[in-house]
């Protein structure tokens, strides 16, 4: 398994993060439309959802 980073906005659906609660697929990046202008959209995953934050990195693993 590889990784790559990410800035937020060039995540999409099929993604696997790495989060604090353990690596989570990206099954839909919902939009955002809130009052926090560094928020660039919402994370959809399998058990939960999670903001993503625009100039943040995030980790993203994948096989070759």
Known sequence: MTREMKRGCE???GDV????FGSQTILDMLPYSGPFAFICGVAKLPDTEM????GR???VL???
């Open 11 to 13: 995540l999409k659906g």
């Open 17 to 20: 993060l790495r989060t604090w």
């Open 51 to 54: 903001s993503i934050e625009s």
């Open 57 to 59: 990195l995030y980790e």
């Open 62 to 64: 994948f096989t070759r």
